[in-house]
């Protein structure tokens, strides 16, 4: 889910996400409640990031993999991964 603040909806991201098959949702403008959910998330990735790549003792350029890592985990322990 993306905020719909602008950061996500530029014509370059759009078509980035296409190419690749991301399906995109995003939250109704100028709701705190569903932009929070948005912003949560990203403040838990990056958690999760940093606390695996300090914890590996990998050097800071493989925070874009400890990125993804952190998505993959919080994506395979989310309930609807599991149907």
Not at 27 to 51: F, G, H, I, W, Y
Not at 61 to 74: P, R
């Amino acid at each position: 889910m993306s905020g719909n603040g602008g950061e996500y909806t530029s014509a370059e991201f759009k078509k980035f996400c296409k190419i690749e098959g991301i399906s995109r949702h995003y939250t109704t403008p100028a709701r705190a409640d569903q932009n929070e959910v948005a912003d949560q998330m990203n403040m838990t990735l990056c958690e999760k990031a940093k606390s695996m790549r300090l914890n590996s003792g990998l050097p800071k350029e493989f925070w874009a993999e400890a990125i993804n890592m952190a998505c993959y985990v919080v994506n395979l322990a989310s309930p609807t991964a599991m149907t």
